[in-house]
């Protein structure tokens, strides 16, 4: 059968229902992925877009020809889903497009938590097993069964704070999950702590009557700054429609940057494990490794991408990692991100030391001129990066994820899209804010060239 390669993308598989992805594809790609594991019992668990239930169907389907079980966990968030793989330590298939708009539908793939297929490990080989159907011939058919984890992922989460210490400081959270899978296990989490919950949009529907997925786009997320601050919230938090990908809006009704985010995360983890290594991204602010250094841990570069960052994170023990995106990872949380993991640390971090966000931002603000992401549509992307090289040879440049380019005042990074035509900007001065505009006009017109 002719399925379009272009849906296998560099971290999961992707596409617009029923053009690009349909049933007779998901079937495939079900059998594809039992074959290329040898898998005997497969995790799945779906979002909430109305081609879900179809899709899930098919590639259950598959699964079960090609001889594997199926561990039905339902209609869940993607950090439920790492948190079942990791439970029963089998490969996992979840239904969904994450943040794609409503007509996409997709597969995030476990090979076992917490390494995950990607592009160079496993995509690659499912796209070529489903386009040659060269499946070998199996006389058992798997069953399927349901399983519930609901109780035991809330426990642990919960298990991650101290949810006393909260009682203190009666703090409350407007809480935005824009009709996406987080609404009912925030509700179910959230139910149990001492703090005020506001909550818009918690009811799963994927006909997403109210606004988008992204909370990284300002129009998904420009109700929930206005009501922050409107309400007098000590926070805001907003997650992407799966719920691997958590955002915060402090309580001035700003937007919090993910490195930003990071810096403060990991400094707040690294007084509950001292001298623990801490990954970030190559877009992220340099007030992320100053920050862990000055505190005593050990920062560490990777490359963009949650195939990466979890495999780097595994493999040199480190305690959290964060990413520009809005991806957190815990190694108390399986080496997994998760959305709702970050809101209870920041919230245990608000009651603890009765600080407001503000202020903590306010003190990164001062010193870190950030870009934000930039992105530019560009016909030749590797000759944009060629010359960008060429214009910042007296710099230290390196090439861990597109190209890096570093002065002792200020820095950037920029890559090509794994999925879009497109390249992006991230640019940052420690001189001043009118510096970082400078060079990021300079930066820019080089890429637009």
């Known amino acids: 059968m002719q399925v379009n390669p272009g849906i296998f993308k560099a971290y999961d598989i992707r596409g617009v229902y029923p053009t690009e992805l349909n049933e007779d ?8 992925f039992v074959t290329f594991l040898g898998a005997q019992h497969v995790i799945v668990g779906r979002d909430m ?19 594997a079980d199926v561990a ?27 943040h794609n708009p409503k007509q996409y539908n997709g597969f995030k793939m476990v090979r076992q938590m917490p390494y995950l297929l990607s592009g160079d490990e496993g995509i690659q080989d499912l796209r070529r097993l ?18 519930d984890f609901r109780e035991e992922f ?32 925030l509700s179910e989490v959230y139910a149990r702590l001492p703090v ?29 700054q206005q009501r922050v601050k409107d309400e007098g919230a000590d926070i805001g938090f907003a997650f992407d429609g799966d719920g691997d990908r958590f955002f915060a809006i402090d309580d001035r009704g700003d937007f919090i940057s993910g490195d930003f985010l990071t810096a403060i995360l990991g400094r707040y983890l690294l007084e509950k494990e001292a001298g623990s290594k801490i990954l970030y991204d190559v877009r992220a602010s340099w007030a992320v490794p100053d920050g862990i250094k000055e505190d005593g841990g050990i920062p560490l570069i990777e490359r963009v991408g949650h195939a990466f960052i979890k495999r780097r994170m595994a493999d040199e023990g480190a ?28 919230m245990e971090l608000l009651a603890k ?97």
Request: net charge negative.
């Open 49 to 67: 877009r109305t081609s879900g239930p179809a899709i899930f169907a098919a590639v259950v389907r598959g699964i079960t020809d090609q001889g």
């Open 196 to 224: 005020e919950l506001v909550g818009l949009y918690l009811d799963p529907d994927g006909t997403l009557p109210n606004h988008g997925l992204d909370p990284l786009q300002p129009e998904n997320r420009a109700e929930l």
């Open 353 to 449: 030391r009765g600080v407001k966000m503000s202020q903590l931002l306010g003190e990164l603000e001062a010193k870190y001129f950030i870009s934000g992401e930039i992105n530019s549509k560009v016909a030749d992307p590797q000759g944009r990066l060629a010359a960008l090289a060429e214009r910042y040879a007296d710099a230290k440049v390196e090439h861990i994820d597109g190209i890096s380019v570093s002065y002792d005042t200020w820095h950037f990074n920029v890559r090509t899209s794994n999925t879009e035509p497109l390249m992006r900007l991230n640019l940052e001065s420690i001189a001043s804010h009118e510096d970082m505009e400078q060079k990021r006009d300079e930066v820019l017109a080089i890429i637009r060239g």
């Open 72 to 98: 039905d966990i339902g209609m869940v968030s993607t950090d439920q889903y790492y948190f079942a793989c990791a439970k029963l330590g089998w490969p996992g298939m979840m239904v969904t497009a994450s």
């Open 25 to 32: 594809a998901a079937y495939l790609i079900g059998r594809a």
């Open 130 to 147: 489903v386009e040659s159907e060269a499946f070998p011939t199996t006389h058992r058919h798997g069953s399927v069964n349901p399983y």
């Open 319 to 346: 305690i959290f990692a964060g990413e520009v995106s809005g991806h957190y990872y815990f190694k108390a949380f399986n080496f997994a991100d998760s959305g709702l993991v970050p809101s209870l640390y920041i």
């Open 154 to 185: 809330i426990q642990k989460v919960l298990s991650l704070i101290d949810v006393d210490s909260l009682a203190g400081r009666k703090l409350k959270v407007i809480a935005d999950t824009g009709n996406g899978m987080v609404g009912p296990i």
